[in-house]
């Protein structure tokens, strides 16, 4: 099964891509390395190779989808365990999960009208009581996945699913019990019969500082690495993520400190950081548009990425980089180049190169440019680049 459907996740990687470059168990087994594993598609395709996946992320609602994504989940007790959920919800006061902060609850209150906040609360008040922690993880997920959608179903937001919130109305009668349980059952066709051949462990952490996995222990990376101009995932996860004790704060902070964060470098350029922003300014229409200060931090931010990758890919192993191209302040910025210098900076060697189309579904980024433009095709490719050490 693809980790396409457990949860809506904006601009995944195509499940195709991840299987072609993942081989079969032959020999031995695979330390197969996603440092930013998002929904968890490249840890699907390991285990389901029969490899040992091991996936990082910042977002804590991705770490969430991963590990659901590695975890064998018993669709009996997950469905019974729903309906006592709901059962256990109907009949007390739950409780708040963020406490007494003040930030997050007004940030409930203008994304969710009064039934679904009261419905919300009593819910995942009853689902932490949850004793199996894979159980407790996919109900959790139950919950999101009506949150997070493209229409405004738990939340009063649309969009929320391609990190594109906006609130679209005021008063909400849809009832939670009922979208978490059709969700549950979503689920439990979705879990039964997954091909988990392979083992998989997930980690909240920063692709900038793996110091949890030992050095030169992977033997494959399939990841697509951090781009300027991405999109916000915390931007539309975070209404989920109130839900599970996570403040407005914390996730600031957070997101404050990802790569691509729009803040400048506490420390001077080092010599390779300058050598990246001097690829992004050669190539730019307009430089003046751009900030060097955040260049500067998007480029240290990939060597230190780039530099993970290299210390804990064993010699003669690969990295697999999935790089869509983007535009910044009117700027097409070539993020393929990018990837490679600071991989190459790693200690990586380019062995393949190639392009390919990506699908109009999964085009979450509008291309504000004439259609028959050669920026327009470019911004419709992603590349693919194989890396050796």
Known sequence: MSARTIHPFPARMAPDIALDAIPSQEDRRL????????SGTVLSAALERGHHAVGVDIDPLAVMMSTLAVTKIDTARLSQSASAAIAAAQAAVGIQPWGDDAETQNFVEYWFAAMQQRQLIDLTSAISAEEDEGIRLTLRLAVSRIIV???SQASLAQDTSHSRPHRVRLES???????????????????????????GQVHIGDARNLEGLEDGSVDLTVTSPPYLNALDYLR??????VWFGHTIGDLRKRRGTSIGAERGLEEDASDAVAAIVDVIESEAVDPAALRRPMLERFAHDCI???GQLGAKVAPGGKAVLVV?????????????????????HAGFSLSARRERPIPASSRYMAINTNAGSSLTKRMRDEVVLTMVK
Do not use: W
């Open 173 to 199: 009668d849809y009832d939670v019990y009922d979208g978490f349980r059709r969700s549950v059952k979503q689920l439990v066709r979705m879990l039964e019969g997954r091909p988990l051949n392979g083992t």
């Open 304 to 306: 230190g990425f780039a």
């Open 31 to 38: 330390v197969v390395l996603d440092p930013m594993c998002g």
């Open 236 to 241: 539309g996860h975070k209404l989920a993520l």
């Open 149 to 151: 959608t493209k229409s």
């Open 324 to 344: 869509g191209n983007s535009t910044l302040r009117g700027n097409y910025i070539k993020n393929d180049v990018i990837a490679r210098t600071a991989m190459e």
